[in-house]
């Protein structure tokens, strides 16, 4: 399963953002949002290396909110034979 993860605008140089989250630096192409009015310090979904969607920090904080408790239930299971107990990198 594929998640958008919710990164904050850090710079951007043309159609490329960097974008931090949780500590996490990467570069998103801005091509697909061409149109929208994206700025330093806004919020993107970034999926596959491309923004797919502009958020406000609200919902990025809620998505982070789902994902934390997903890893925590992912932690408490590990090891009981499933998938779970898997390391990705």
């Not at 500590?23 to 596959?48: C, K, N, P």
């Not at 919902?59 to 009981?80: H, K, P, V």
Request: charged share 20%.
């Amino acid at each position: 399963m594929c998640f958008g993860i919710p990164m904050q605008v850090r710079s951007i140089n043309g159609f490329i953002a960097h974008c931090e989250a949780k500590g996490v630096t990467r570069e998103a192409s801005l091509f697909m949002l061409q149109y929208e009015d994206i700025a330093v310090g806004d919020y993107i979904v970034v999926h596959l290396g491309n923004a797919i969607d502009k958020v406000s920090a609200e919902q990025a904080a809620a998505a982070w909110e789902i994902y934390d408790s997903m890893l925590a239930g992912e932690d408490a299971g590990a090891g009981e034979g499933d998938f779970r107990g898997r390391s990705y990198p």
